[in-house]
């Protein structure tokens, strides 16, 4: 009997024991579970912070919807395999968007970055008679509420896109050409070349095209390329491709009796005394094509921006 009651008591200890134990543990885990709830709800707090509210679009399998951008169209990612997009044939801000599937149920979505570096994010539902089949987002009343993200491109190394907006837009509303005789001037068509600007390791050319004639000037492309003096001379030869980062106007068209200029960013770069810098501008299904020659003095004397 007294062995029976000894071993109830060391039993009902190690029970008491294991409850303890337990318990202990128990809140342990709803402490770390407290703080890690809190944690991701202040997660979710900053990133309510930052997000974009999509627009709501409408698809549908037989009609193909139109979106005009303001801005030339850089990327396009679609949420699934429900939708079908491409930029408009000869057209590069406009998008056509239908479903490539009939009645998908489910909601998807897709995203498209444009040349100003804006992004924009829709949420997309089927509808078999979509009211509208055509969206202007440069009239949308939408556009201007909608939070614009700025990226930083690889291209530009961390150089911030919006302060390479102000200095394009400060030096293209400059009327001053502070360069002189860098100039091509044939069939009705006057190119030159207004200025070079540097900031941060980047230049900016500030070009001008005046149209003389009473015909429009169709832009097919502005190039730029580095190329040796004694070949420039004969025939363009192009050594080496200048890409632009970036450009200010999406500039397609100078209207006859008009001047439109453009602002050009390009990595830095200098050039020896046998190469020149050719600055090329090509009308398309014409032959008005205007050259200029830059040689490397105005291109280590640029024009500091103090920004």
Do not use: C
Not at 38 to 57: G, Q, R, T
């Amino acid at each position: 009997m007294k062995t029976f009651i000894k071993y109830t008591i060391i039993i009902s200890f190690v029970i008491s024991i294991a409850a303890k134990v337990f318990a202990q543990q128990t809140i342990n885990n709803h402490l770390l579970a407290d703080s890690l709830t809190s944690h991701s709800l202040k997660e979710v707090s900053l990133l309510d912070k930052a997000k974009i509210e999509p627009y709501w679009l409408t698809v549908t399998y037989d009609k193909t919807s139109h979106l005009i951008f303001p801005s030339k169209i850089r990327y396009v990612d679609l949420g699934s395999e429900y939708l079908s997009a491409g930029k408009a044939d000869g057209v590069d801000n406009v998008l056509r968007i239908k479903a490539a599937v009939r009645n998908f149920e489910p909601e998807t979505n897709f995203s498209v970055i444009t040349e100003d570096d804006n992004f924009y994010n829709f949420d997309v539902f089927y509808s078999s008679a979509p009211a509208v089949l055509t969206y202007d987002l440069l009239k949308m009343k939408q556009v201007e509420k909608q939070v614009k993200s700025e990226f930083m491109f690889g291209e530009l190394e961390g150089y911030s896109p919006s302060v390479a907006g102000l200095i394009m837009e400060s030096i293209y509303h400059r009327g001053k050409k502070i360069i002189r005789n860098i100039n091509s001037d044939n069939y009705g068509i006057a190119f030159y070349l207004k200025g070079i600007y540097v900031h941060q390791g980047k230049l900016y050319f500030h070009t001008a095209l005046n149209n003389k004639s009473n015909l429009p000037f169709i832009i097919d492309a502005v190039t730029f390329s580095i190329v040796d003096k004694k070949k420039a001379k004969k025939t363009i030869l192009q050594d080496q491709i200048l890409t632009p980062l970036r450009i200010y106007k999406a500039l397609d068209k100078v209207p006859e009796s008009s001047e439109e200029s453009n602002v050009f960013m390009l990595e830095q770069f200098t050039l020896t005394k046998d190469k020149l810098l050719i600055i090329e501008i090509f009308e398309k299904n014409g032959e008005r094509n205007q050259l200029l020659k830059v040689k490397s003095l105005a291109i280590i004397k640029p024009e500091v921006i103090k920004f």
